[in-house]
Structure formats: C-alpha cells, structure tokens
C-alpha cells in the first residue's frame, strides 16, 4: 500500500515557477514507477511526466518538455515537479501517481495509486 500527497501548487503569471512535491508513505516506494497527470476542467487526464524506480529514465509530454523537470528521492520518498515557464494552458490540479509495473506508462488506469491532486492556476 502506498498512500500520496502532492503539495506546491498556487496561482502565478505565466512565465514563473512552481515546484510540486509528492510525499509517499510505504516501504515499497522505491520500487514504483512514479507519474505525474493533470487535469483541467472539462478535459481528461493528462500524463505530464514520469520516472521509473531508479529515476534514470524519465519521459515528458512533449507540451512541457524543456521546461518541466521530473525528479526522485528514493531515500526520503518523495518525488518531484519543477516547472518552469508556465503557461495558462499549465492550469489544471496536478496529480501524483505510482506504478507497480516496471515501466512508465501515460495510461492512468496503469497506476495503482493516486494522491488528492494539488491545484495550479496560471494567469497571462
């Protein structure tokens, strides 16, 4: 069992920065491929980035890539989200997720567990 809980997001202009962070309780954490969604009103879940076990390989959505950064601390079981450069099209609550498969995947119902979602809204 892996319980999530994102925090970090808020309101900025488009161009700032925020940093998500997503704090898993469970021992097996470390094996979990970790993702991070989004979802805007209306529109479906979206798979923004993610990283397997080892966070030696992590995989963007090609909307955010080059200014998003997914990262991983095995050891104080957290994972994170910088985001740069926002945009108003960034606007959504923002989703941590784990994995048990060996891969990242960006199908949501791939995932095994989901923390509450944290909200960010980006204003132009």
Do not use: I
Request: proline share 2%; charged share 20%.
């Amino acid at each position: 069992q892996v319980q999530l809980v994102e925090s970090g997001g808020g309101s900025v202009q488009a161009g700032d920065s925020l940093r998500l962070s997503c704090a898993a309780s469970g021992r097996a954490f470390s094996s979990y491929a970790m993702g991070w969604f989004r979802q805007a009103p209306g529109k479906e879940r979206e798979f923004v980035a993610g990283l397997k076990w080892s966070g030696s390989s992590t995989y963007y959505v090609d909307s955010v890539k080059g200014r998003f950064t997914v990262s991983r601390d095995n050891a104080k079981n957290m994972v994170y989200l910088q985001m740069n450069s926002l945009k108003p099209d960034d606007t959504a609550v923002y989703y941590c997720a784990a994995s048990k498969l060996m891969v990242v995947t960006s199908t949501p119902r791939n995932y095994d567990y989901w923390g509450q979602g944290t909200q960010v809204t980006v204003s132009s």
